[in-house]
């Protein structure tokens, strides 16, 4: 069983930016994809990036390629999302996942990922 604790979420004026970070306990790491999705307000959680277990491609949602970029260092069992120029649309709370599958290719939606974290909540003030 993994365990998956998100941190670095917080308020940022638009145009800002956020690091959030998750760390995972539980499985070897290296040997899955991880991905972050997020929810707002009445809205269904949606994908926003991932990255694989090895080589590392990565795969993002159209409305945040350019500004976030998500990486992972596997000594520290951790993935990051790196979120620059953040905008009013961004706000949501953002969930860090794990694959079900390891060693292989992970597909971009929900059903792909096993494990979730508790969320860690983004604000942005216009």
């Known amino acids: 069983q993994v365990q998956l604790v998100e941190s670095g979420g917080g308020l940022v004026q638009a145009g800002g930016s956020l690091r959030l970070s998750c760390a995972a306990s539980?499985?070897?790491?290296?040997?899955?994809?991880m991905g972050w999705f997020r929810q707002a307000p009445g809205k269904e959680r949606e994908f926003v990036a991932l990255?694989?277990?090895?080589?590392?491609?990565?795969s993002y949602t159209d409305s945040v390629k350019g500004r976030f970029t998500i990486s992972r260092d596997n000594a520290k069992n951790t993935v990051l999302l790196q979120m620059n120029s953040l905008k009013p649309e961004d706000p949501a709370v953002y969930y860090c996942?794990?694959?079900?599958?390891?060693?292989?290719?992970?597909?971009?939606?929900?059903?792909?990922?096993?494990?979730w974290g508790q969320g860690t909540q983004v604000t942005v003030s216009s």
């Open positions: 990255i694989s277990w090895n080589p590392r491609p990565t």
């Open positions: 539980g499985r070897t790491f290296n040997n899955y994809a």
């Open positions: 996942a794990q694959a079900r599958i390891p060693l292989t290719t992970t597909q971009a939606r929900q059903s792909e990922f096993g494990s």
